[in-house]
């Protein structure tokens, strides 16, 4: 229900919310404050494009785009830890 992409380490059944690994502070803070009941509420709209070993690739909006600060299309990585 909250529409955000989470990653989950299965030996260990730890979680981690991908929008706070890859989105700004800001952006954070804006989607956080924007209730996810809300019937214009994006979630983080995170798009995985390819994973190479450990790192994913995701496309996705920049969060003033949601607040009408346009169009902005982003590419961002994440490293899955290696424990």
């Given at each position: 229900?909250?529409?955000?992409?989470?990653?989950?380490?299965?030996?260990?059944?730890?979680?981690?919310?991908?929008?706070?690994?890859?989105?700004?502070?800001?952006?954070?803070?804006?989607?956080?404050?924007?209730?996810?009941l809300e019937a214009d509420y994006p979630?983080?709209?995170?798009?995985?494009?390819?994973?190479q070993g450990n790192v994913l690739t995701f496309s996705r909006q920049a969060v003033k785009a949601y607040y009408g600060g346009g169009w902005e299309a982003l590419t961002t990585s994440y490293t899955i830890p290696q424990k």
């Open positions: 229900d909250t529409r955000m992409l989470m990653g989950i380490q299965l030996s260990t059944k730890e979680f981690v919310y991908l929008y706070k690994q890859l989105f700004t502070e800001k952006e954070q803070r804006m989607l956080e404050g924007w209730g996810p979630g983080d709209q995170l798009t995985l494009l390819h994973r």
